[in-house]
């Protein structure tokens, strides 16, 4: 829509209607509008996304302060816990959880004989 304003600024001026200096006014503050719009489109959608991550956190939080201490594997846990896992060296796994928080974990192996 304020890019069709631009079109029709330009359209009166080649029609004479408008002169150069009008144009530029009138096209600025349509410019400096589209930006504002655009910054303020950034910051909502910054704000959303902030909102998912802090979701995310308090309910992995939640579920941390259910669960008791633990000394043996439980796998429903840690698939409720970990979203992925990558190989981020040959001797490190890294492993992503809720809210865009990961950490690194280095892989010890015995050699083979």
Known sequence: MLNGQIYTLTQHQSRG???????????GAVNQRVSALRAERRKLLAEDE???????LH????LLALTELQTEFDGE???QIITGITAASATELRFRLPG???F?????????R
């Open 104 to 112: 690194n974990e280095t892989i010890s192996y015995r050699k083979r």
């Open 17 to 27: 209607w408008l002169d150069a200096a009008g144009v530029a006014e009138k096209s």
């Open 50 to 56: 902030n909102g998912e991550l802090l979701d995310e």
């Open 100 to 102: 865009e928080l990961a």
């Open 77 to 79: 846990l840690f698939g």
């Open 59 to 62: 309910e992995l939080n939640d």
